[in-house]
């Protein structure tokens, strides 16, 4: 049943596709006069946070990582319903939320490298990407509904989805016992860290996450701002996650000998429909490229688990994952304070920032990586 494993995943990625697609949106709702310096903020904090608490669960496997999930699922239902009713100062409250998301999706991440076999891990690997694809296809159907409703409605949805997508596994998956960490996190780090491919993929995801980060948070109000309304928008983006979706379910079934070129192809294909849509400022064009964008960033993340899950221990899936999302929450906090900044010059100026950060990562994946 490894179903159970792999439904976290949905809630994990309804909440970023929410956060990324709707936050900036409702931020600026509030009064938030720079709403990306709030939403860069969390993504620093997720810095901080999931690689220190990857750590702690590791240390503490022998007692099991639910107790993390838990607590950092009750800080999120405590926050989410704060917002929902409207009680207290929303910055506040979206900080708190921040730091019970970023509290237990890495401990709910480790079930997977910590209990499933080898054997097994190609299965699991893509029902994961599947899941998670699911829950970017839900996240701005369901977003768009409840922003008809408020934008407090957001957070009842997150809410609903942070209880049924991590209560099933908290239910259902029974940790390994005798499981010990025995490793120093010093060394541990070194020795990962000193490892050419290891280096050489971290270096290439702060460039494409940068990218990715100054693309997925803007699009939606971007749209908006060019005239088209916030239902519309929404479907785009539900097409954008459809693509994303179908392209994630099909490579992950797919036995590549590599994915580093397929990953390479995707990076300057997402580079290349940014600077297409930039230079043309007839909105149909993004009718025709968010297809394309989709299946890029689907190939983009199912390339990117493949390369990572392979690289963790058993019993140090804390450690890895949470040191692994350094490198997704620093770029996109970088390049959404670096669009917000020069935002005023030209709105749609995170294009050429988007388009920048993809290219740099595909050439230095083509200069460094054994892509043979």
Not at 248 to 269: C, E, H, M, N, Q
């Amino acid at each position: 049943m490894e179903f159970k494993y792999a439904i976290g995943n949905f809630g994990i990625f309804y909440i970023n596709t929410t956060i990324s697609t709707f936050f900036v949106m409702v931020f600026r709702l509030n009064g938030i006069q720079n709403p990306a310096i709030l939403f860069g903020t969390g993504l620093l904090m997720g810095a901080f946070i999931q690689p220190l608490i990857g750590i702690i669960s590791d240390i503490y496997i022998s007692k099991g990582r639910k107790i993390f999930i838990i607590l950092g699922v009750l800080i999120c239902v405590i926050s989410t319903l704060l917002l929902f009713s409207k009680k207290g100062n929303i910055i506040f409250n979206v900080i708190l939320f921040y730091i019970g998301f970023h509290l237990y999706q890495i401990p709910l991440s480790a079930f997977i490298p910590d209990n499933i076999e080898e054997d097994k891990l190609n299965t699991v690997s893509g029902l994961w990407n599947a899941t998670g694809s699911l829950g970017s296809i839900v996240a701005p159907i369901l977003g768009t509904i409840m922003l008809q409703k408020g934008y407090n409605y957001l957070f009842l949805g997150m809410f609903i989805v942070i209880i049924i997508s991590a209560g099933i596994p908290l239910v259902l998956v029974k940790e390994k016992k005798g499981q010990f960490y025995n490793n120093n996190v010093i060394n541990s780090l070194i020795i990962y860290l000193t490892d050419k491919n290891v280096r050489n993929f971290y270096i290439s995801k702060c460039l494409w996450w940068g990218g990715l980060g100054a693309f997925l948070p803007f699009i939606m109000e971007n749209l908006i701002f060019k005239g088209v309304s916030a239902d519309e928008a929404g479907k785009i983006c539900t097409v954008f996650m459809i693509f994303n979706c179908i392209s994630s379910i099909f490579i992950s079934r797919v036995k590549l000998g590599s994915v580093i070129l397929p990953l390479a192809i995707a990076l300057i294909t997402f580079s290349g429909c940014n600077l297409l849509f930039y230079i043309s400022s007839n909105i149909k064009w993004i009718f025709i490229l968010i297809p394309i964008f989709g299946v890029s960033y689907g190939t983009i993340m199912v390339c990117s688990y493949n390369l990572m899950i392979r690289m963790i221990p058993k019993g140090e899936g804390g450690m890895y994952l949470g040191f692994d999302n350094i490198f997704v929450n620093i770029p996109q906090a970088i390049s959404a304070f670096l669009v917000s900044s020069l935002a005023i010059y030209d709105k749609d100026i995170f294009l050429i920032i988007s388009s920048s950060f993809m290219a740099l990562a595909c050439i230095y994946i083509y200069h460094s990586w054994d892509i043979s």
